[in-house]
């Protein structure tokens, strides 16, 4: 019998519904390999569940109100629920809706919510179970095998006028450099071939620890987002394939000009997520955003000469309290200059403890709706164009899934495939999907598609002969 499929007399099932963004599904993974070690096992559904653990976000209103109609509906299902991350840090308001919720930890915390958990429900004790071999040394993950998050620093020294996140998880603090280093060699040695490097602010990595030098494979390396980013270069899966390495929430410092050369080397994923929010000097004032300058659109030019395939990825809030008309044209003139592959749009919503919420002239709602489609309109144009490009090319694309065998119009049977290229992160991107797919195929395969067709957001075609 294998250690997966070995059962334990009376032991503990731990439910978990995790909500919010990726940093959050790495606290949710982190709180599970603890549990897991601890001897309890994960139930897929909330009538096997000795204790649900309901993961929250709380960084807008909106998904606010998520979190709480999923701890209702956990409530509802199992009756033993466990709150954590962001919203635990309104444990008052959660406890005022359901005061039946056995505990409440805030994001982070995982002593503490481990703690509750052993207490709803004691592990099962023994020998038995302290000595099962743990399937996967990387730890429990959320996310399917062949992809994995790697946070690289928890908290943030900014203070952007729309944003609480400082609030929910404190300062900037860096992980070690070899601590993440060994953790994304464990990943990809046990079957990860992306790795997507998170954090609140991925440029700012080891400004807190004064980019503290450690020791990695007889080299000096330091805790700093270039290092970091030549070193994840190196890695190989077991197959020797180099796993593709992406870089979420940069902010664009200076440095972040020295990891565009590692793209044109091959050694970094041609694709940098940077957050601009806007792009009115005025407003980004307003919303105090860092590295703050005019110079990007010339320094995305300066990029893309050195990496011609890089995609940039960026959200931005239209309607924040003061933007004017002129600061929104301003905006779409500027996504027209930079021509960004991936955009999304958010209408600004306050957010209980953000400074923005005392900020004067707020947009009306009506005029923020207006502005979300213009963006919209314009920013799926560019995005569907620069798509278009794409076709007649062959290009690199990993497997997330195969379909069933399916017949077309003639009776041909086929297979379908979705993947996604090294334009799209997974969850927040694009897809490529695959006409005719070999039945061999299998998630996480590394294959040549050769594109056919696209739209504003996929692209379409088979793989390469
Ligand atoms: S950089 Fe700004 S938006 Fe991002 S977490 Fe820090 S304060 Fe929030």
């Known amino acids: 019998m294998s250690a997966t499929t070995l059962t334990i007399p009376d032991q503990k099932k731990v439910g978990m519904v995790s909500l919010g963004c990726p940093k959050a599904l790495v606290d ?7 549990l897991r070690a601890d001897g309890y096992a994960m139930s897929p559904d909330y009538a096997g569940a000795d204790v649900v653990l309901v993961n929250t976000c709380g960084f807008l209103d909106s998904a606010k109100e998520e979190s709480l109609e999923a701890i209702g509906e956990a409530i509802a299902e199992n009756g033993r629920v466990i709150v954590t991350g962001c919203m635990g840090e309104e444990a008052e308001a959660i406890r005022a809706r359901f005061p039946q919720v056995l505990a409440v930890t805030g994001a982070q915390q995982y002593e503490a919510v481990v703690e509750a958990v052993h207490e709803a429900a004691p592990p099962t004790q023994g020998p038995f179970v302290d000595l099962i071999p743990q399937p996967d040394e990387a730890g429990v993950k959320l996310t399917p095998r062949h992809y994995s998050y790697l946070k690289i620093s928890e908290g943030c020294n900014h203070s952007c006028a729309f944003c609480i996140i400082p609030q929910l998880r404190g300062k900037l603090a860096s992980r070690r450099i070899d601590a993440v280093l060994r953790e994304a060699e464990k990943l990809v040695a046990a079957g990860t071939k992306e790795l997507l490097v998170i954090s609140q602010d991925t440029s700012a990595y080891g400004v807190d620890i004064r980019h503290d030098p450690r020791m990695w494979k007889g080299r000096e390396v330091r805790a700093h987002m270039t290092d970091l980013a030549r070193e994840l270069g190196q890695l190989k899966t077991p197959a020797g394939e180099q796993p593709w390495v992406r870089l979420h929430y940069v902010y664009p410092y200076p440095h972040v000009d020295a990891v565009i050369p590692l793209m044109a080397e091959g050694l970094l994923t041609p694709y940098l997520d940077i957050p601009f929010q806007h792009a009115s000097p005025r407003v980004l004032r307003a919303m105090k955003r860092p590295a703050n300058e005019a110079r990007v659109l010339e320094r995305i030019r300066a990029w893309r000469a050195i990496a011609p395939d890089l995609t940039i990825r960026s959200s931005f809030v239209v309607g924040f309290p003061g933007e004017t008309e002129e ?23 306050p957010v209980a403890g953000a400074q923005a919420n005392a900020l ?15 963006i919209m309109a314009v920013t799926e144009r560019i995005s569907a164009a620069r798509l278009a490009a794409k076709v007649g090319r062959t290009l690199p ?13 003639w009776g041909n049977i086929a297979i379908g495939a979705t993947g996604r290229s090294q334009a799209d992160a997974p969850e927040i991107d694009g897809q490529v999907l695959l006409r005719d797919a070999p039945a061999t195929l299998a998630p996480g ?5 050769v594109i056919e067709d696209s739209d504003a957001h996929d692209l379409y075609g088979r793989i390469a002969g």
Do not use: C, H
Request: cysteine-free; aromatic content about 10%; hydrophobic content about 40%.
């Open 397 to 409: 694309v990993i497997i997330d899934e195969v379909g069933e065998p399916e017949a077309d119009d």
């Open 327 to 349: 600061d929104f044209q301003y905006l779409l003139d500027w996504l027209e200059e930079a021509q960004l592959d991936r955009v999304g749009a958010f209408r600004f919503e």
């Open 360 to 374: 004067p002239d707020p947009v009306p709602e009506a005029v923020k709706e207006e502005r979300y489609a213009r």
């Open 28 to 34: 949710s993974e982190r709180i599970l390999t603890r």
């Open 445 to 449: 395969d590394m294959v040549n598609a």
